[in-house]
């Protein structure tokens, strides 16, 4: 499935693309974009696994940019 | 500015505050415990945040965060006894760090303004009263109201009245487009005039609004060579630049002994170190560019076709509906005895029963109706035209075979176009050009395609060779191909590519052209609105049918990537020649400050050129 998240208050791109990086590198995620102009996070991953992808999203952006705020 | 940003402009007033009086009070002493106590208030009003998220990452393993970069800078600074750098660093890091949040804030408004086509809310009526509705909630069929000044919320057909609209959000044209009654009405057009009744066609979801807000959200997610490049440079810039650093701090001092020196120069390295003015300009130009693009009524669907368009060498067109306007009109009128008017007459009315595209033209032509009363044994024969009987005459309409079949002498006519003989009794009146109208920008279009580097032009048609030579040598395209299944379009197509070097355009109108669109490097399908499969099958998006739109992304395109070049030389120059200098020992904290925030700062303003 494909999911669209919010994601605000990002300092950077860089940040953006650790971010990126690091969805990427998580089981079940086909690919993921993070778009620091857009505000967006687009991931692509396995439905089984959607619930615990998702939780883990959050403590990546979180471990890169305390700041930012997900809105899913 | 928002919340955020407000907090920390007046951090940074109160520390530029604080700053100034620990420059005057420090004036007095000479101890270096008072002079660090003094500095330090200055220090942490600023740094407190930035310390503490390094001292987070730190706890995390990630040494090379810019926070922590910035904090070991600093603090190095202070070792070193230089303590307005040491706050100065931090200081206009922070104003960096707020013009660039306020800077990218302002473009994502200005590029999301462009777009601003959404409806509001839509007049739906209901039991003879009009209520206010989320144009959301609308179904096919329901019947809204759209007064003058209103936005267009949804797709439909107007069943009521007549206006003109202002298309200028969807197609950059301010020219006003006039409607009527049993017209198609697309959303996102602001009604000018008239009071309009609509019948809804299509779902908020899939209408013209939804799609383009949909492709224009996604584009930013299309990323281009340039954008993943800065990206992988990004990840092993600060490392690398890091390690040097290192190196210029350890080297030096182990074979001069002068440890400070060499430690001073290699924190100025680590104030360069973030890559960020790269990795936030590069993106933010091609936003830009297709924000641009945008207001034109050109949508691009992502930044990487923007690279691509920019180094355009051949464009390969389809003709009827591209070059053409692919409606047929009678061009030339040739009586031998009669008027042109009564000629026209004469064939309106043997056509009149017939609904073939030739017949509606001369139909339309004609735009009266027709004396039909004497009018008997109309007989249409597939392939060669119309034969019927007008008060007890003969009468035919259509081509040279016609003639012949009937004993009616007539010469061939060498016409562009199709030609229509007409006969009365036995006597042969003289012939009617059909033809499909150049479209009046084609020419120019072409012209300014070539003026923008476009070095080969090319037409794909399933038309005759004779209409093709035509129309390539009014418009000066340097080579064609007709008689085309629509098959035969993709092998062309496949073989100019194979012998590009660079980027190869198709441009069609999307209608039977979906799977060459998809093939060429760069699809652009034109009079986008209101076909989704256009919308669905092509790179770039026309919404209106103006071929002229086409120089227009290109020059949009190479404006794009020339600024995309600069930032990339401007940002990477600037930080390698303040390392340089600072081995050399002629740069300070201060140029290195610069070398950083002033970087980025400069190089968002130049992406936002590419807006304009």
Known sequence: MKKIIKIENLCCPN??????????KLD??????VSFLAQKIVVEMQDSKADDICGKITRIAKDVEPDAELTF | MNRKQKKSLKTIIATAVIL???????GFTQSRLIKIIIFAVPYLTIGNKVLKKSFAMLRKGQMLDENFLMSIASIGAFILGEYVEAVAVLLFYSVGELFESVAVGKSRKSISDLMDICPEYANIEKDGTLQKTDPMLLEIDDIIVVKPGERVPIDGVVIDGSSTLDTSALTGESAPRKIAAEEEIFSGCINISGVLRVRVRKTYNNSTVAKILELVENSALAKSRSESFITKFARVYTPIVVACAAVVALIPSLITGDAATWIGRALIFL??????ALVISVPLSFFAGI????????LVKGSSYIERLAKTETVIFDKTGTLTQGNFEVTEIHPEHMSDSDLLE???????YSDHPIAASVKKAYGKQPDTSSLTDVNEIPGNGISAMLGGELLLAGNIKLMEKRGIKCEPRNADGTVIHIARGIKYEGYIVISDKIKPDSQQAIAELKRCGAANTVMLTGDRYEVAKQVCGVLCIDEFHSELFPGDKVKYLEEYISKAKNTVVFVGDGINDAPVLARADIGIAM????SDSAIEAADIVLMDDKISKIPTAIRIAAKTMGIVKQNIVFAIGIKVLVMMLSIAGFANMWLAVFA?????VIAILNAMRAMR
């Open chain 1, 15 to 24: 940040c953006a693309a650790k971010i990126e990086n690091n969805i990427n």
């Open chain 1, 28 to 33: 079940g995620v086909e690919s993921c974009v």
């Open chain 2, 20 to 26: 100034a009086a620990a420059i005057l009070v420090s």
């Open chain 2, 271 to 276: 104030v360069v170190s973030c890559p960020c």
């Open chain 2, 291 to 298: 924000g641009a693009a945008s207001k034109a009524g050109i």
């Open chain 2, 346 to 352: 004469l064939a309106a009315t043997a056509e009149y």
């Open chain 2, 527 to 530: 009079g986008a609105i209101g």
């Open chain 2, 596 to 600: 950083d925030v002033g970087v980025s």
